[in-house]
């Protein structure tokens, strides 16, 4: 059996960081920064999939859709 220290250590470094009093309210402010932009571009917008392939495209691509969903809530407000 070997053992990885690095990655033992790297492991308590995450561990001690996201249970932490600013890693728990990162992660608590997270579903809401995040997770409800996703949703309504998939379920408002019927973002399914990429029409394109590769990265270079798919960045375009998603650029694009980030770009029409922060106009559409520029236009609301």
Do not use: Y
Request: include cysteine; hydrophobic fraction near 45%.
């Amino acid at each position: 059996i070997e053992r990885n220290h690095n990655l033992i250590r790297l492991k308590k470094k995450a561990k001690r960081l996201l249970l932490s009093e600013e890693g728990i309210a990162h992660r608590k402010r997270r579903c809401w920064d995040v997770e409800a932009v996703f949703g309504n571009i998939k379920q408002n917008m019927g973002f399914k999939r990429f029409m394109l392939r590769g990265m270079d495209k798919i960045t375009t691509e998603m650029g694009l859709i980030a770009m029409a969903h922060n106009l559409k809530k520029f236009s609301i407000a």
